[in-house]
């Protein structure tokens, strides 16, 4: 094992150092937040770039490239002096020693911290049914972004080839698992490609004819949006030829169907292209800490944290974003989304800052800032509490809203001219079918049949 | 086997059906200009989009992004009412019948041809080395691309983490095999990443010590240019801390290191991250189609083509762009360029037109428009016959006629904003390490040691 961290401890010597796992928004906004503080930053992250997830469902529609939402972290955190980036992924904790380890080409590095922030988010999860993942991907990755996009795209590819009338209809049948946000802006996005982008694009298959199906198991989607905001996004999904089914429970998801059980009816739909939106789980990397610490996992493999976001028993270790149970006011635990992990990294960030100048600060509080959700062409949800809008407005202020918190300038000029462009010539221009498997699905197609 | 081009044969009836393989620059202007002509065109590709592949360089060095450089040719073509595209991979040639047969769910779909125009480019040659190809990827396809931007961002990751001082060196040393202008273009585009853009990120590495070597076999880079605007290029890459190394034959390329040969002496070069620019030949296609024709190849598999660009024996089959051994006024083949192929698509074009409208056509003459090659930032050569330039002027020209060829709008607003950003800031915001391989460098590095 070699201990090489030494250009981070040379810098630091004397300085408290800051280790910190993950650069999605919590992990990052750790980071940001120590830039005046006299402690040494170290953000690891197995990927060279932060992503903005909210985003990612229009790279896998085509309507953004990969790197309108992916922001180089070395790039980000260029002129923050106290902070080094290490790309590299994270192996195991030697809490004892204080010690993060970190996979190297020499075996295993050790990097030593006196806080550790672990905010290594969280990935799909198919309810014990990892064979699913095959056929049904999820969406947290850009690989998964541009694999569902070549899935789509060469969906309506191979229909447009396609001789026999019920293939082409399984073709043109897409199944979205999960009616959360994810699964209901992917499945708006989906029907305005069918039935605007392409619309004149093919010649044998009418694209509009495409069948965008969303099952939630639940009584409702977006069930963390008051019902009236559920009940609007239903009827905007239908207007967009959606077809919502909730209390749904997908019970087997095959190369060629997916089996979807309601009120006691067990229906196959025929498909090729399911997007699995249902389930997440935490970061591995959660059992691996939890082992260390003694701290206990939830269902969703998340961990339980203290008032203050540590672990019981080591308040030099915090666990925030995704990866965190962080039961609110002892009610349920919050929703894994952006503006918790953000709000979650600076209150850790100014907690550090306290410690270090000697200060106490209270327990971390959630401030809810609203909840939001587009659904297709001009069409969201946003709910403010006391204030909710529907329709042009939300989706305006989605708009904003989004706009405003990509990471960096450049992003904000490129996302802001494809949005203006593709809303004013109902085109996608990012659609491309790529990836060194980019035949895959044909071939897999044509073995099948 | 099904003939199912029904639609296609629906449409055309009684028309003239042109079937043209390939939407690179030379098949896509075949098919765009035919627009107002009374035939039925198909045109075939197995990727969904037409791909500006002069700015490919920039995509592998993370100035742009795949979707700025690549335009779907479904939207390309939507208005174009004579013009169906089929997504698929021409497997052969049943030319006494008049049939393309391409790639099918059902086995092989057959398309009925009265007029054939096969353009389906070239792609990397190794000299019959093809075992080098693993590691020193081509630059041909968006995949290549992105995996030469994969290679060059992960050395310096692996570098930044790297203890030993001869593995670090080894990382840093960028061999480029190849000193055409895709060559010359790479070379200075990373000798800039390393020099500007990476500069102030890294701790314990100083990018500007990376060491790009350019190896040529020739007796000078850029052969096809006036001898001083190659010696003009050489000494601007040198500037740039690149070593260009001419009369330079390369024995062999292994996992580790790169072996040349020059004046006598054999040196070998640590390296990790190798690029091919050398060689090329034409698609397999070629061979192919020369069996089915009696047709000849040359050297690079490219087909020998009569002066009006027809083969021999078959004058309703046409072969342009880089498959076509064009041998203009009785000379050297035309070099595989877009210019070339941009204006053998438009002559062809014009011949069915002429023939359609029962006139005839003189024979095909290529107009020499100028050659253009960039080194790095502000500075490029520009052979225009009797005018040259260099330097910022040459930029300048290079940047303005590429942003015009671009095929769409969107495209160059999205393009020069990029441009103009990474020209000011000295950044590259499209260096993402993705794929879903992404840590697979990582790994083989790691079991090599």
Redesign the interface.
Known sequence: M?T?Q???SE?SENSHRVVVVGGGFGGLNVAQYLRRVAVHVTLID????HLFQPLLYQVATGEL????I???L??VL??QKNC??????VTGFDVGSEKVLV????GS?EIPFDTLVVAAGATHSYFGHGEWARHAPGLKT??DA??IRRRL?TAF??A?????AD?RRMLLNFVIVGGGPTGVELAGAIADIAQFV?R?????INPAEAQVILVEAGERILSTFPPDLSANAQSTLERLGVSVRTQSLVTEVAEDHVTVIAGGRTEQIPTRTVIWAAGVAASPLAKKLADATGATLDRAGRISVEKDLSLAGHPNIFVIGDMANCSHDGGKPLPGVAPVAIQQGRFVAKLIRAQVEGRTLPTFRYRDLGNLATIGRSAAVADFGRVKFKGLIAWVLWLLIHLMNIV?Y??R??VF??WA?NYL?H?R???????????RA?DE??HA?
């Open positions: 070699a090489s030494q250009a981070a810098k197995r990927r060279n770039f490239s990969p790197a309108n992916a922001a180089p070395r790039s260029e002129r080094v980036v290490l790309m590299g992924e996979d190297s080409t020499h590095e850009i690989e541009t694999e795209l590819e191979l447009e080839r396609e001789t026999h293939q392409l004149h694009e093919f010649h044998r960096n450049r992003s000029v490129l001219v494809q462009w010539t085109d221009s990012a659609r491309l079918i790529t990836g060194s498997e980019a035949r044909v197609f044509k049949d």
